[in-house]
């Protein structure tokens, strides 16, 4: 096994992923300013609802915002041609991971996936041809990588697509109520609007989605089906791309199958002038124990982290305890109303609160449906007033529908959520039944 992973192989592919993955970070970070993201997500909003235990983590301020993903495009463009590339991915990393952490609002499962895949492009060799790099410093120019470059790439779209298809094995996905949802908003597309109002396309797309994540790792890795799975995700990713607009995601994919094909094949394709590499030498690197364990340990997390919310009391589409960085791709539709009351312990005085003097629209829809922002909403209630000296209570009424079911209450209004704890791997008592048939 260690000489199999530790093997060198021809790295155009690696290369050419660089470039791709360089550009890619670039449009989506000049797409975030230019479709007005930036603005809607981080600076209009007098807060953002970040992930819990990064409270701390919240925009720059005023427009400085733009400036902080105009440096992120630049840092993707730098990867791209390969220019200080190891500090550059790094930088991007770490820009990217803190605007995921600094708001939910907008959460997205490609977004997640981003922060995966830069760090772990910071540890990939992808810089040791056709590069800014290599042109100044030509000691690391290099034809080979070693295999386990590729194998890590394509284990962790293993994870990420199977996750998919699991996640999408229950009853509303089953008999199309949610994708009848879904798919009720496009209807006035032109040309196609109609075509997916179609039961019968209905059908196709929910069980089609759930054999294309679940077989289309196996079906590339098989030689013989390789070229047929091939065609199916270009029509499986542009047709997400055009009728669900979910940014760069079904570009990346497309992407990665760059390390299904032979390295000939990639080489022959993109990269004619580059000396093909087949010597298949053997190279350890230095601390070969401590890198098996990093990887084993960050596959490990990557695994289990998903396995979470089967491990949490009640339905998980009514919860959303676990949902998030467990690969559930647009898998449910919620819909909902809260409201507020804070009542000051001293006098036993009960104020009524308008969301609209703190929230944006987007941030409304979260407090009434999301019940880790409904609690931190609280938080945030409780520590204002604490500051003009009052000691609060916070109590919520709040009522959900899932795909269009009768709206339910979802917080028992009794319990002040200012004044209970908050744990990311455990049930909230506060969280009432779900009741879901």
Request: net charge positive; charged share 15%; with cysteine.
């Amino acid at each position: 096994m260690n000489n199999y992973l530790f093997r060198h192989i021809d790295n155009s592919a690696l290369i050419v992923f660089r470039i791709i993955f360089g550009l890619l970070c670039f449009l989506e970070s000049v797409g975030a300013i230019l479709t007005g993201w930036v603005k809607r997500t981080l600076i209009e909003p007098e807060f953002t609802f970040s992930f819990i235990g990064f409270e701390w983590l919240q925009p720059l301020p005023g427009n400085w915002m733009y400036l902080y993903y105009i440096l992120m495009a630049v840092f993707g463009l730098m990867v791209m041609i390969g220019l200080k590339y190891r500090w550059s991915v790094i930088a991007f990393t770490l820009m990217w991971t803190a605007t995921y952490l600094m708001q939910k609002s907008s959460y997205n499962n490609h977004y997640y996936l981003l922060v995966l895949l830069s760090g772990i492009m910071a540890f990939l060799p992808a810089n040791r041809y056709l590069s800014v790099d290599a042109k100044l410093h030509p000691g690391i120019k290099s034809n080979s990588m070693p295999q386990w470059c590729s194998y890590i790439l394509i284990a962790q779209m293993f994870i990420v697509y199977t996750y998919g298809a699991v996640a999408k094995l229950y009853p509303d996905w089953l008999d199309t109520t949610f994708m009848e949802i879904l798919l009720k908003s496009k209807e006035h597309y032109y040309v196609i609007g109609n075509l997916l109002q179609s039961k019968t396309m209905h059908y196709f797309l929910a069980y089609g989605g759930i054999l294309f994540d679940g077989l289309v790792i196996p079906l590339l890795l098989y030689k013989p089906t390789r070229n047929l799975a091939f065609f199916a995700s270009i029509f499986f990713h542009l047709f997400n791309s055009m009728v669900f607009q979910i940014g760069i995601f079904p570009y990346l994919s497309l992407a990665f199958i760059l390390f299904f094909y032979e390295p000939k094949t990639i080489q022959n394709i993109f990269l004619k002038k580059k000396s093909f590499y087949n010597k298949g030498e053997i190279i350890y690197p230095k601390n070969k124990k401590l890198f098996l364990t990093i990887i084993s340990t960050y596959f490990l997390v990557q695994l289990v982290l998903p396995l979470r919310h089967w491990f949490i009391e009640d339905k998980v589409l009514w919860t959303e305890e676990g949902h998030r960085m467990a690969w559930r791709m647009m898998l449910r539709s919620k819909s909902g109303r809260s409201n507020f009351y804070v009542v000051d312990k001293a006098i036993d005085k009960k104020t009524s609160i308008d969301l609209n003097d703190y929230l944006t629209k987007k941030q409304k829809h979260q407090v009434a449906t999301k019940p880790d922002a409904i609690w931190q909403f609280a938080q945030r209630l409780k520590k204002q007033y604490n500051s003009i000296g009052q000691d609060v209570a916070v109590y919520v009424d709040c009522y959900i529908s899932v795909n269009g079911r009768a709206p339910k209450k979802l917080i028992d209004p009794e319990t002040d959520l200012a004044n209970v704890e908050w744990n990311a791997f455990k049930h909230s008592s506060w969280l009432l039944p779900s009741n879901l048939d």
